[in-house]
């Protein structure tokens, strides 16, 4: 009957354009542009969703960078996002702590939800957002500060801290939980761009999780790194795991082996296979994937 299909058109509308709100005008659904000949194979869901993201579209003006991606996040899981550069790997991860904001020709369509809700909501702060979801960049990125105040900056912001010494407490705590304290607890006061590059993004992690994100995002947390900082920051990672979500990109298929428990492989914007890394390693669904991680491309 005409009006349950008109009442079920307006549904999928709300649901499906969520930002951004400001610009109307320029909203575009996935009906008209799907390509329904990208199916993900594998499994895109988890067990305990942390997060939920449905049908994302993200378009760099013309450039349709990530198209209708579906995939949950769940909670204390590792998940490596593969594929070869430029498939859209970056861009996908900043929509889930909504970093695609500051771009101005970047526009998002789709639904992506944390515990259930919609993180593109006109309520939901991006900044208080971004705390939940934390990001830690390529190149480490401490900013020109002592080690303290860094990893203070989150909690001070947010008003974390009622004293001092709470604000000491989650200090020494979330760099003792970033594996650094040892290393600086004499040294404080001393700038955080002092330190090597692997102690810097291990200042990252600390200041990530001064904040007690649900989620972390990594995006090639490695690149800068040598082979000894590397295996520390794998190391935490897998430690992190067991209190929060991580979502990582890397361009190491033997570190995505190494840290994540499910594997994700995009290719010019489509997600082609999710699942469990060891199957997808070892015995990949779609060709695309297979050539990829046989080295026949990336
Ligand atoms: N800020 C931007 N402005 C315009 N195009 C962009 C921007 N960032 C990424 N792109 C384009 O979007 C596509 C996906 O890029 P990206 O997400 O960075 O891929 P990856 O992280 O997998 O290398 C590429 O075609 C890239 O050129
Ligand atoms: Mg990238």
């Given at each position: 009957m005409a009006m349950t299909e008109i009442s079920t058109f307006d549904d999928q509308q709300a649901e499906i354009v969520t930002a951004p709100r400001d610009q109307p005008d320029t909203e575009v659904t996935k009906h008209e542009f799907a390509e329904p000949d990208a199916k993900t194979v594998g499994d895109v869901r988890s067990k305990n969703p942390r997060m939920i993201a449905s049908d994302v579209n993200v378009w760099y003006g013309d450039i349709h960078a990530i198209k209708n991606v579906t995939l949950e996040i769940g909670s204390n899981e590792v998940i490596a996002l593969i594929g070869p550069s430029g498939c859209g790997k970056s861009t996908f991860l900043r929509c889930l702590n909504r970093?695609?904001?500051?771009?101005?020709v970047a526009r998002v369509t789709g639904d992506i939800s944390l515990d259930g809700q919609n993180i593109y909501s006109k309520e939901l702060d991006p900044v208080a957002l971004r705390a939940r979801v934390g990001m830690v960049f390529q190149k480490p990125n401490p900013f020109p500060k002592s080690i303290y105040d860094n990893v203070a900056y989150g909690p001070r912001i947010h008003g974390l801290a009622a004293n001092r010494a709470e604000l000491d407490d989650i200090v020494h705590r979330s760099l003792d939980r970033a594996g650094l304290l040892k290393e600086v607890r004499d040294r404080l006061d001393e700038p955080g761009t002092g330190l090597s590059g692997g102690q810097q993004q291990r200042l990252c992690i600390a200041r990530t999780i001064a904040v007690n994100p649900e989620v972390i995002l990594m995006d090639e947390p490695c690149s800068a790194l040598d082979p000894i900082a590397t295996a520390r920051i794998e190391d935490l990672i897998d430690e992190l795991s067991s209190k929060y979500a991580i979502v990582i990109v890397t361009h190491s298929m033997q570190q995505a082996a190494r840290v994540s428990q499910r594997v994700a492989y995009f290719h010019l914007g489509d997600l082609i296979e999710v699942d469990e890394t060891d199957r997808v390693f070892t015995n990949p669904r779609h060709k695309l994937t297979e050539d990829y991680i046989t080295g026949r491309f990336g």
């Amino acid at each position: 009957m005409a009006m349950t299909e008109i009442s079920t058109f307006d549904d999928q509308q709300a649901e499906i354009v969520t930002a951004p709100r400001d610009q109307p005008d320029t909203e575009v659904t996935k009906h008209e542009f799907a390509e329904p000949d990208a199916k993900t194979v594998g499994d895109v869901r988890s067990k305990n969703p942390r997060m939920i993201a449905s049908d994302v579209n993200v378009w760099y003006g013309d450039i349709h960078a990530i198209k209708n991606v579906t995939l949950e996040i769940g909670s204390n899981e590792v998940i490596a996002l593969i594929g070869p550069s430029g498939c859209g790997k970056s861009t996908f991860l900043r929509c889930l702590n909504r970093m695609n904001d500051s771009i101005d020709v970047a526009r998002v369509t789709g639904d992506i939800s944390l515990d259930g809700q919609n993180i593109y909501s006109k309520e939901l702060d991006p900044v208080a957002l971004r705390a939940r979801v934390g990001m830690v960049f390529q190149k480490p990125n401490p900013f020109p500060k002592s080690i303290y105040d860094n990893v203070a900056y989150g909690p001070r912001i947010h008003g974390l801290a009622a004293n001092r010494a709470e604000l000491d407490d989650i200090v020494h705590r979330s760099l003792d939980r970033a594996g650094l304290l040892k290393e600086v607890r004499d040294r404080l006061d001393e700038p955080g761009t002092g330190l090597s590059g692997g102690q810097q993004q291990r200042l990252c992690i600390a200041r990530t999780i001064a904040v007690n994100p649900e989620v972390i995002l990594m995006d090639e947390p490695c690149s800068a790194l040598d082979p000894i900082a590397t295996a520390r920051i794998e190391d935490l990672i897998d430690e992190l795991s067991s209190k929060y979500a991580i979502v990582i990109v890397t361009h190491s298929m033997q570190q995505a082996a190494r840290v994540s428990q499910r594997v994700a492989y995009f290719h010019l914007g489509d997600l082609i296979e999710v699942d469990e890394t060891d199957r997808v390693f070892t015995n990949p669904r779609h060709k695309l994937t297979e050539d990829y991680i046989t080295g026949r491309f990336g």
